[in-house]
């Protein structure tokens, strides 16, 4: 079993729509949790991050952990079709200096 | 800034070629990553490096070598390359948890 993963989709969804990406990770030690956005032939880059349980909003973006069900969720509200990406949730290992990464959802907002 | 720069961009080999792609960045990070990228696989450590000097096996490293010999440099090497090793292969650096990519190599092995 991967330590972090997510549904590779792809999800397609109309503008305006609100978009839903979720990952599951299985070690009870991460702590911190990102989101990665990937344009087409482009390198990640990151989005958001939180430390800990609850919710964090950006715009519209809300970066959503649950740990005691070991979920991570992302919503992107009035969806826009710059939002078309591949999204990666990804947590730090234990040291902190590498990074797990889930194989990436890829997302199509259409117009 | 620059940020991470990786070359080349692009690469078609045959079988048993070698090459070495290259990476740099301008932002004083210690810990440099070199990944590949597959279709359902996700991002794949290969190597990383936590400092000048230093070098460590990441999830796939067979196949491939890197050294660090500049902090702002960090290279990945294949020695003979196979068909398998075709890919997109991404460099990073960090200070801490945020990884900075480079833009990718596109490589064919042929």
């Known amino acids: 079993q991967k330590e972090v993963e997510q549904d590779p989709g792809p999800l397609s969804v109309p503008e305006g729509a609100i978009v839903s990406l979720n990952c599951t990770y299985s070690n009870s030690a991460f702590q911190y949790f990102m989101w990665y956005r990937q344009y087409s032939r482009k390198g990640p880059e990151l989005l958001m991050y939180t430390y800990s349980s609850g919710n964090k909003e950006d715009g519209r973006f809300t970066a959503q952990v649950d740990k005691s069900s070991k979920y991570i969720s992302l919503f992107i509200r009035d969806s826009q079709p710059s939002d078309s990406a591949t999204y990666l949730c990804a947590s730090p290992n234990t040291g902190g200096f590498k990074t797990i990464f889930g194989a990436g959802t890829r997302l199509f907002v259409k117009a | 800034n620059a940020g991470v720069t990786q070359t080349p961009k692009f690469r078609v080999l045959k079988t048993g070629q070698s090459m070495t792609l290259l990476c740099a960045q301008d932002?004083?990070?210690?810990?440099m990553y070199w990944y590949r990228q597959d279709p359902g696989m996700g991002l794949r450590l290969i190597h990383y490096?936590?400092?000048?000097?230093?070098?460590a096996k990441g999830e796939v490293p067979d196949g491939y070598n890197v050294s660090r010999l500049k902090k702002q440099n960090f290279l990945l090497g294949l020695e003979s390359a196979a068909p398998s090793q075709t890919s997109v292969y991404f460099c990073?650096?960090?200070?801490?948890?945020?990884?900075?990519f480079g833009p990718g190599t596109r490589l064919t092995v042929l």
């Open positions: 990073a650096s960090s200070l801490s948890n945020e990884q900075f």
């Open positions: 932002m004083n990070h210690e810990y």
């Open positions: 490096s936590v400092g000048e000097g230093t070098t």
